[in-house]
């Protein structure tokens, strides 16, 4: 059996998530507690009550790569075998890399501090919004933002054929949402997200990690990560550093990554992360093969026990 890994970025989370698996499994405790001693943070109680905290991208980042990288932890301690390869969405990419062994937690949890504290900085007083448009393909969507020759108004996540992100000044945004419902969108939908990633707002916070990277020591990967920027393998470290800091100001090419993704033939596809949002963008990339998400428990046990030795 060949299989993929993928790990979800902002706008998966939702309260209350793998509330079953810190019951079930000791090591999410740990885990959280290790991020918890970092941030000098309750990050638990963000989880598991109605705190607006959960969208606020300096809690976000953090605390989905914990868990991502948790999952990863007792996959490992149960010896189930590694990917083909791995692919992550946005901040999924980080974990990616956290899991492969690019980074140790403490060198992941720095770059992440830094990372969505740059990414909060440079939004600045800016008011911005995120959101996705379903049913309308990218080019036309990139027209229609062209057309309206707005102040900020981007495309920066290209998810799918029927999905592609928009980020903007809020009132820009709405202004835009007639244009595309008239052109064929079906919905759109505003995200859970506080800052406008990958778009031109994030030029100087990518400025700003290409430092940190510089006096971090990222090794080369135990799998390997398609990165979201260019949707390939790379070659070096520079270039995986590279990448890593591009990326917060630059489109997530995630058509293309999926596309490189369905190169491999492979099986399944496992989601490291809560709900199933990256499974459900693979299959309308037409990925072929299984797909599972550990975002539930049982699931989870199941694996474990099919491919643990």
Known sequence: MSFSFLFPGQGSQYSGMFKDHFEEFPEFNEVIGTGEEFYKEDLRSII????????????TQPILMLLSFTLFKIWKKNGCPIPKVAAGHSLGEVSAF?????FSLEEALQFIKYRATFMIEGKGETKTKMSAVLGLDGDSIQNILKDKKAKFLEAVNINSPFQTVIAGNADEIESVKNDLSDKGAKRIVDLA???????SLMEIATSKLKLVLDDLKVGKPDFPVIQNIQA?????????????AQQISNP???????????????DMHIELGPNKVLSGLAKQNRVQGEFASLDNVDTFKELLKKYGK
Request: a neutral charge; one cysteine or more; glycine letters at 4%.
């Open 48 to 59: 598991f009550s109605e705190d607006s905290r959960l969208s606020d991208t300096y809690y």
């Open 252 to 266: 997530v090419q995630w058509v293309a990554s999926m596309n490189r993704l369905k190169k491999y033939g492979l």
């Open 232 to 244: 390939k393998i790379p070659l070096s470290i520079s270039e995986i550093c590279e990448n890593l």
């Open 193 to 199: 997200v506080s800052v406008p990633s990958h778009s």
């Open 98 to 102: 956290l899991c492969a062994g690019s």
